[in-house]
Antibody
Framework: QLQLQESGPGLVQPSETLSLTCTVSGGSISISSYYWGWIRQPPGKRLEWIGTIYYRGNTYYNPSLKSRVTISVDTSKNQFSLKLTSVSAADTALYYC?????????????WGQGTLVTISS | QSALTQPASVSGSPGQSITISCTGTSSDVGSYNLVSWYQRHPGKAPKVMIYEVSKRPSGVSNRFSGSKSGNTASLTISGLQAEDEADYYC????????????FGGGTQLTVL
């Protein structure tokens, strides 16, 4: 059974870089037709797609975050990672990773449990 | 990208049916049959309940159904059960120059 687990600091200083990793277990990240995404939900607000990566390194980002986001993949560790630069309180959110498709299987499943990241000094 | 609009809350009694709407635009819901619905219980990971507008993943109760008309998608839960009490989110593919996804604001379902 495929499982995803987010990890990373729960507290980040304003203007610093938020870094999270998603570890995939129970299956390979290097699987054709599946993509790996990051989604977040600030307190009291909607879910927001952040970006997506394919195991070959192709990336797609939310235009509203594109200037600050980098998503990378490490197939040897079966992990993919998120970096968000110049964070502010508005980036405080529950961050999820999830598998999804684009041309097929275009839905998010499964999701990780989520990790809360607070931006504060 | 515009976000999708859902009612903030809905409620129903056990055994009743409820419908949650999800209104988008001609750039997302109206253009693609790629609407999905997610159930999230407190502290739990979201779980896909409906994909491609009306398809149910294996293991999801047939009490859950989805539909779409124009720019509005809907999730219907029939025969409400206490365990259905959760937050529900819709999501639509919304490609412009590159792939993108938009979510609804979420609907809190209360089973009275």
């Amino acid at each position: 059974q495929l499982q995803l687990q987010e990890s990373g600091p729960g507290l980040v200083q304003p203007s610093e870089t938020l870094s999270l990793t998603c570890t995939v277990s129970g299956g390979s990240i290097s699987i054709s037709s599946y993509y790996w995404g990051w989604i977040r939900q600030p307190p009291g607000k909607r879910l927001e797609w952040i970006g997506t990566i394919y195991y070959r390194g192709n990336t797609y980002y939310n235009p509203s975050l594109k200037s600050r986001v980098t998503i990378s993949v490490d197939t040897s560790k079966n992990q993919f990672s998120l970096k968000l630069t110049s964070v502010s309180a508005a980036d405080t959110a529950l961050y999820y990773c999830a598998r999804h498709g684009i041309h097929t299987n275009n839905w998010f499943d499964p999701w990780g449990q989520g990790t809360l990241v607070t931006i504060s000094s | 990208q515009s976000a999708l609009t859902q009612p903030a809350s809905v409620s129903g009694s056990p055994g009743q049916s409820i419908t949650i709407s999800c209104t988008g635009t001609s750039s997302d819901v109206g253009s693609y049959n790629l609407v999905s619905w997610y159930q999230r219980h407190p502290g739990k990971a979201p779980k896909v309940m409906i994909y491609e507008v009306s398809k149910r993943p294996s293991g999801v109760s047939n009490r859950f159904s989805g539909s779409k008309s124009g720019n509005t998608a809907s999730l219907t839960i029939s025969g409400l059960q206490a365990e259905d009490e959760a937050d529900y989110y819709c999501c639509s593919y919304a490609r412009s120059l590159t792939p993108a996804w938009v979510f609804g604001g979420g609907t809190q379902l209360t089973v009275l």
